[in-house]
């Protein structure tokens, strides 16, 4: 029954033994244990503050892209508007472009058809002339035609001479 009731020899030699156990493993085992526990828990750390870091990297490039695009947008914005004030200056200059030339149309038409009436006035003044004198020739060639028609047509002539 030796084995079943342990001996002070027994405790001793064994509560030494686990001592000596318990040194070797402190000393040899639990530096580099506890080590590459600490090495791992600063790997963690470090991937948790790269982590964080690259989020934030990550909003401010997104925060970055936002401002491009409104800022684009804006200058898309101020170049359409700019197109449209060119359009609607080049309609305005090409309308008043187009209005003048019209004006000078009008005018010269106008001049035109003055110069025409006054020569067609002319001409036809010419004509009643003409017409006058032909008329007036026949007449009298038809009242010279009569001795008695002469004598008499001079010395009214001679009458209206005097008066006036």
Do not use: Y
């Not at 070797?24 to 964080?52: H, M, N, Q, T």
């Not at 006035?121 to 017409?131: D, I, R, Y």
């Amino acid at each position: 029954m030796d084995l079943i009731t342990p001996g002070f020899g027994l405790v001793f030699w064994t509560a030494i033994t686990f001592l000596c156990l318990l040194f070797i493993l402190r000393k040899f085992a639990w530096k580099p244990i506890l080590g590459a526990v600490e090495d791992r828990e600063e790997g963690i750390k470090k991937a948790l503050a790269s982590a964080e870091n690259a989020r934030k990297e990550m909003e401010n490039l997104h925060a970055d892209n936002e401002r491009i695009l409104n800022e684009a947008r804006a200058e898309r914005e101020a170049l359409l508007k700019e197109a449209r004030d060119i359009k609607t200056k080049m309609i305005a200059d090409a309308k008043d472009e187009a209005q003048s030339q019209a004006n000078k149309i009008i005018e010269q038409a106008q001049a035109a058809i003055e110069s025409e009436k006054k020569a067609a006035m002319s001409e036809l003044k010419n004509h009643v002339a003409t017409l006058s004198l032909e008329i007036a020739e026949k007449v009298v060639r038809e009242e010279l035609s009569n001795k008695d028609k002469q004598i008499q047509l001079v010395e009214s002539m001679l009458g209206e001479a005097i008066l006036n």
